[in-house]
């Protein structure tokens, strides 16, 4: 039976959610909010819908025109290069990006009579993200039950693995990962220096053919 939305951006971890679940998705949600690499994203994550059969939504959201701040969004500074947890990548933050996702979500799963959202969060993003973390996502579940007459969940299954751990799961089910789209500055090609590529390459290591530039 296909009762969940799957928030679905095409890149590593989304992606492999939508491999396990492909058989109950009823709708992957690919979110245009005005990043600077949504474009990319949304060229594989259409790619893989297409390849496994699930049906494929594009959802504008003008988060720039809202005058939201941030570094990964078109209207920000330049993208910080280094690792995740240091401190210049909060300028990445896009703020309550996945408040804002998933209660967009919400509504699209009641109009569908859809039970649950899928979310691809991990533990690598608990550094700096806050709407990443467990105390969030429970209570925003809590929320949309709540809120809902199916008494929709949100299923975060990665919220507390690494991202190697999910790439790891990924492999195990046969996800190509050259179909999936991590760079933060937006470009044809993976630069290998901004935070989500150096994870990217330290969740990949040993099975990655990325091209990076
Ligand atoms: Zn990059």
Do not use: W
């Not at 594009?58 to 920000?76: A, F, H, P, R």
């Not at 109009?111 to 533990?123: D, E, Y």
């Not at 090609?189 to 330290?202: L, M, Q």
Request: glycine letters at 10%; aromatic letters at 8%.
């Amino acid at each position: 039976m296909r009762d969940k939305i799957l928030l679905y951006s095409g890149g590593m971890d989304s992606t492999v959610l939508l491999h396990q679940y492909s058989d109950s998705i009823r709708l992957a949600v690919c979110f245009q909010y005005g990043s600077k690499h949504n474009h990319q994203e949304k060229k594989y994550a259409e790619l893989n819908c297409k390849k496994l059969g699930v049906e494929f939504k594009v959802v504008n959201i003008d988060l720039v025109g809202m005058g939201l701040e941030s570094s990964l969004l078109t209207s920000g500074d330049k993208i910080p290069h280094g690792h995740y947890t240091h401190k210049s990548m909060i300028s990445t933050v896009v703020p309550f990006r996945n408040g804002i996702m998933l209660s967009i979500a919400a509504g699209i799963a009641e109009t569908l009579n859809c039970k649950s959202i899928l979310i691809s969060n991990h533990a690598g993003d608990h550094a700096i993200y806050p709407d990443c973390r467990e105390g969030f996502i429970s209570a925003i579940s809590s929320a949309i039950s709540n809120g809902t007459y199916n008494n929709i969940n949100v299923m975060a299954p990665f919220t507390n693995d690494t991202k190697r751990d999910v790439a790891i799961i990924g492999k195990g089910i046969g996800v190509d990962f050259s179909n999936t789209y991590s760079c933060y500055e937006g470009m044809e090609s993976h630069c290998g220096k901004c935070g989500t590529c150096i994870e990217r390459k330290e969740a990949l290591e040993g099975f990655d053919d990325t091209v990076y530039a």
